[in-house]
């Protein structure tokens, strides 16, 4: 049930542009985007409910392709904050609040 | 409000002994899960409660892990007897699920070594 993200490491320089990708065997209900820095907790970026939903804030943004089964973070000219591990989340079933984690995607942004 | 709040932040206890962790979920929220934290494994899904109750607990490793929630403002992870395997971040998170999940608020964590 767990998502599988890809890729596993990614390494940047300042202004680059980075897809991470999350894709399920199941069929999925929405998907959660997390970014957990070293020695933190994760923290929620967004949440994409509906099949071909895309969000975005600043230069970090997603989409949702419901009957692929998978999404796709996008982050654009990125800046060294955004170094940290990504982390997709998914709800499988509707009405559940069950959320499980991919196994994370580690972005390291240069100067 | 303060957010989730997880304690202890750190535990170090002998193979064999009880250890107890304890969460404070957000004042509102229906919904907790406990997660472990392992380089080898990530996110693990431990178990999840919505409305105080135990929905999905197959992530529980085995009888040695149990949790309870008596009411919405607490739950506790027990680990008895404790094994060195046992050692990672044990994440608790709180959300408001209505008609879907909502954004997933998480504890600090407490880093579990057993030695």
């Known amino acids: 049930q767990q998502p599988v993200q890809s890729p596993q490491a990614v390494i940047l320089r300042e202004g680059e542009d980075a897809v991470i990708n999350c894709s399920s065997s199941k069929a999925l209900y929405s998907v959660h985007w997390y970014r957990q820095k070293h020695g933190e907790a994760p923290v929620f970026l967004m949440i994409l409910l509906k099949g071909g939903e895309q969000k975005g804030h600043d230069k970090i943004s997603a989409s949702f392709n419901e009957k692929k089964q998978q999404s796709s973070l996008y982050l654009t000219a990125s800046q060294l904050s955004y170094s940290g591990t990504y982390f997709c989340g998914t709800e499988i079933g509707s009405n559940t609040g069950k959320l499980i984690f991919g196994q994370g995607t580690t972005l390291q942004v240069k100067p | 409000d303060a957010g989730v709040i997880q304690s202890p932040r750190h535990e170090v206890t002998e193979m064999g002994q009880e250890v107890t962790l304890r969460c404070k979920p957000i004042?509102?929220?229906?919904?907790l899960f406990w997660y472990r934290q392992t380089m080898m494994r990530g996110l693990e899904l431990l178990i999840y409660f919505n409305n105080n109750v135990p929905i999905d607990d197959s992530g529980m490793p085995e009888d040695r892990f149990s949790a309870k929630m008596p009411n919405a403002s607490f739950s506790t992870l027990k680990i008895q007897p404790s094994e060195p395997r046992d050692s990672a971040v044990y994440f608790c998170a709180s959300s408001l699920a209505l008609r879907t999940g909502g954004e997933a608020f998480f504890g600090q964590g407490t880093r579990l070594t057993v030695v």
């Open positions: 004042s509102g929220h229906n919904s």
